[in-house]
């Protein structure tokens, strides 16, 4: 079946660094993929998606590149911020839309001023 | 502009007893989807509805779980009876299914402790 793996975390980082989160999924076809993050109490929300090939989705300063020769969907960041404390979670569907989207397990983001 | 709302926030109840949980979506999503997450597994998905007919169960774990939407404002999760290992945060999602690409909104979640 479908699945997402991302890089195991904890990550912590000094403001203003380089921020990578490896991403890498399997599927069948093609999906759309997608990065959600998770602040402290509160549901996810979606930070960026790319829904075909070469696409790269951009929000917030966070950047990710739909890459179908890698099956890769790293999450990048070139100066972070203590507001970006967050766990980050990479997800696919394989149906286009939001209908079951399969998460990464996430990856906890600290940033220390 | 509300967005999904699910209470109650924090549950603590002993093996054995019934737990519900309530959810309401964004007003005008046509779908509408129950998460749980824990250390162990991540998030999973354990049903999801489309115009308020569940479409998927399969990630149910047990005959314990059942999922309800009556109308396209609400829905419930219940779990009867409950067990220690059922302790995770529970979150509800709505959606707008359009053919498209349409982001998943997340309630804040219900953090359910079983002792």
């Known amino acids: 079946g479908d699945s997402v793996t991302q890089m195991e975390g904890p990550v912590t980082l000094s403001e203003e660094a380089f921020l990578t989160i490896n991403c890498t999924y399997t599927?069948?076809?093609?999906?759309?993929l997608f990065w959600y993050v998770q602040y402290p109490g509160e549901g996810l929300q979606l930070l960026l998606k790319?829904?075909?090939?070469?696409d790269k989705g951009s929000n917030k300063g966070f950047e990710a590149t739909y890459r179908k020769e890698t099956t890769s969907f790293h999450l990048e960041k070139g100066s972070v911020q203590v507001s970006d404390s967050a766990v980050y979670f990479c997800a696919l569907s394989d149906q286009g839309g939001s209908e079951k989207l399969v998460f990464g397990k996430g990856t906890k983001l600290t940033v220390n001023p | 502009d509300a967005g999904v709302i699910q209470s109650p926030r924090h549950e603590v109840t002993e093996m054995g007893q019934e737990v519900t949980l309530r959810c309401k979506p964004i007003?005008?999503?046509?779908?509408l989807f129950w998460y749980r997450q824990t250390m162990m597994r991540g998030l999973e998905l354990l049903i999801y509805f489309n115009n308020n007919v569940p479409i998927d169960d399969s990630g149910m774990p047990e005959d314990r779980f059942s999922a309800k939407m009556p109308n396209a404002s609400f829905s419930t999760l219940k779990i009867q009876p409950s067990e220690p290992r059922d302790s995770a945060v529970y979150f509800c999602a709505s959606s707008l299914i359009t053919g498209e690409n349409s982001p998943l909104h997340f309630g804040n979640g219900t953090r359910l402790t079983v002792t």
């Open positions: 007003s005008g999503h046509n779908s």
């Open positions: 599927a069948t076809g093609y999906p759309s």
């Open positions: 790319a829904t075909k090939a070469d």
